[in-house]
């Protein structure tokens, strides 16, 4: 239920975090690792997304 849904959310949100800052320790000049990991951090977003989503219609759900 909405419960998981928070959880999974809060899981996705760090490995955005995570990913976001694994953009520090890639050599500035290798630019495939960057790009992989500007589309990394993306598709996590996106997850990200999904899953709020998902959260606030079951919110919704349970107040009407």
């Known amino acids: 239920g909405v419960q998981r849904v928070l ?3 809060e899981t996705r949100r760090g490995k955005v975090e ?3 800052q ?3 320790a890639i050599d500035p ?3 495939a690792a960057l790009t992989a990991q500007q ?3 993306a598709h996590a977003r996106e997850e990200l997304d999904e899953l709020e989503m998902a959260w606030l219609e079951a919110s919704e759900q349970l107040e009407g």
Do not use: Q, V, Y
Request: charged share 35%; no cysteine; net charge negative.
């Open 7 to 9: 959880f999974r959310s």
């Open 29 to 31: 000049t290798d630019f």
């Open 39 to 41: 589309e990394a951090i």
């Open 18 to 20: 995570e990913l976001e």
């Open 22 to 24: 694994g953009m520090f």
